[in-house]
């Protein structure tokens, strides 16, 4: 394979902190060289805004929850159709399109690794094959704990190495890359038709508390030294007024890693709310931006847009509360000994109060944080907006002005709710791309495999925007920014140009990364006779047909760690 | 402006033919159109005969009159609004889906989902429709939302499902489950229907004549005396489907 030179690239890579030069950049072999070889090819990105390839670290586009998405909303796979054209796929739907897609269209918009954000370990099998089909990025897979009864016993018992044995054994199980707690404790009680309303509440029948279960999660990712830290969504996601439980859980916070942060929150504008019911919900931003400044977490937006999407998480009884609202079709699901889910189809709303609040709320989150590295961009794709929206919040990020005249448009009552429109600070192009990829590669802990950055050595994904930082003034032109960012140039993964101005043009090969931690013999829960004995007394599989098996990733990438167990 | 297309013989009859491109406002730029046989494109002149008579400067003075054999032609007047078209055989499939304004009226009969979601203007069937007439399609929550459809013949299963304004008029009877899911407008059928209105949260729903296994959700209110279609009638008052706590109306003529 020949190398590629991209010359005259305005290169933005804040994990190198390149802020805006002009430099050529060489690829060789799927890595960012110092000399591309004899007869590169070229690629002129002169006036071209060029970023190492996006990475979202919180969407839901593969398992199960999608696959059921797809299927309860026809007039979405409707929506978004297009044609087979070249080596492209036919594709269709809108918030919840086929795997191919999600690809394309990430692939479209530069983004080449993404997170999926909730893994049922039981069905993992089903998101690693959706992995296969989602050929232009690599994957990794979050992987729920919420309710596992394992977990919630030896947390009940004090055990944080036995806690730590069985993340370790149910990861390298089923290929997951990290723990993802959706409102710990609270899915097991929709199991019985009950939910848990704050951090000290009981799980029923387990006798331990979200509170504990988060910081022994926090714990014992530490002693398996997982390269991400944990994913949490708070409990009580979406109730007016709870931003009292998401400050009281940051809280509990410590901090135990000096490369990353101890937690992970997602999608934090659902945990943002003030007020007691939807009439008087207004936003507490500031407060949860003022909790997270200087503290060892990073969280995401989770931004709402206005339009139709599909809501879908883990999180059962907070769709159970949504379909009660909506009176849509809904549907919950019960996984076995492990977690939930629940999917129902919403439209955002301008003319909604609350749905104004909430688009503002994300906006504020991302504007109030100190540090843009601390506050990462996404929608929770597809549950505040399909991901085709990031360029128009990236727009709205970027321009005061943007946000007043989408305000004119909103509920009148949002400007008293909320102070987005007081807020003047716009982010530049650098706070874009640490919020975009460098601050998620950081967050993932996947810098070490050349994610993020393009430094030499690192891996040759990238990014080439039809924008020119120096010629565009984000803050007025906000519909060349949108455009920039909703079609790339170019976009390479691992050393191939994939799309070229939002056409993909080859067939993707990705690879699905997963962490592995060596924990001693001792802690080997495949050995152990109490989890075993649960194994085979309460699942509907047997053990030694639990594990995914290596032939479901056809190119995984393994992040060994050796647990201080 | 009329223009005549004269379906040609083709040598598989049975193969649908996507015809979205059939309505009035494309032929102001000339007939050079195309439509889908089975998963080919072809020109729409391979398919018809075309004749065009007389000049048009707006939509709604272009007529488009279909020939000849129909029956597999789909989705004709889809978005249409203005103008008017008339099919003098059978049509196809999805006739009139999402059409907003002007006339389609069809000499014999219509396949299924004749005037889905559609916004405005009027649809006229000689003979009887297939299943959905007027309804939403699959996974859509509202179906027809405005103007009107009327059918001196029959109809399949599902008419007027996610009604949601407008006006269906079904001259003859209909299948099973008439007006399911309505949330609003006017369903009038002349003949028998059974089990009709299930989880009908608003609107009315007119049966002249016999009704099958009435719906056990439906709240009697009553008789009362009405005129439909100019003959004074005496007829019973449902409401429903209370199962959801719909309020819509079922007016049943007494002793059909």
Redesign the interface.
Known sequence: MSGILVRNAFVIDPIKRISGEVMDIAIRDGWVVEDAGPDPVVIDASGCLTLPGGIDSHTHVCGTKVNFGRY?????M?AGRTARRGVMHVTSGYSVPTTFGNSYRYSAMGYTTLLEGAMAPLEARHTHEEFTATPHQDMLANTLFDGNWSVMEAVRDRDIKRVAAIVAWTLSAVKGFAIKLTNPGGTEAWGWGQDVRGIHDQVPHFGVTPAEIISAMIEANEILRLPHSVHLHCNNLGVPGNYRTTLATIDLVPDLNPLRQSLYLTHAQFHAYGGSTWRDIDSRAEAICQAVNGKPIVMDMGQVMFGRTTTMTADGPMEWKLYMLHH?KWSNHDVELETGSGIIPVYYSRKSLVNCVMWAIGLELALLTNDPWQCLLSTDNPNGAPFVKYPEIIALLMSRRYREQEGTLLDPRTSHRTAIFSIDRELSWEEIAVMTRAGQAKALGITGLGKGHLGVGAAADLAIYPLDPDGIDPAVQVQEVIAGFSRTKYTIKRGRVVARDGEVIVEGANATIWSRSDVPSQYDMGQDPAFTEKFSQYYTVRMKNYPVQEAYLPRGVCIRTEAAL | MRVTLVARPRAKPSLPVEAESIIPQNFLRGTDLTVYEGNKERRLEELFFITVEGPAVSPDQVEVVLMGATGRVKRVGEYMNAGRIVIEGDIGMHCGNFMSGGEIVIKSNADAWLGREMRGGRITCMGSTSHNCGAG?????RGMRGGTIEIFGGAGDFAGEYLAGGEVRIHGSCGDMAGIEMRGGLLVIGGTVTRPCGNMTAGTAVVLGHVNRMLPTFQYQGVNDEVWDGKRLKMDVWEGDVANRGKGRLLVAVGK
């Open positions: 309860m909303s026809p007039e979405d409707r849509n | 399609y699959r996974g859509e929550k």
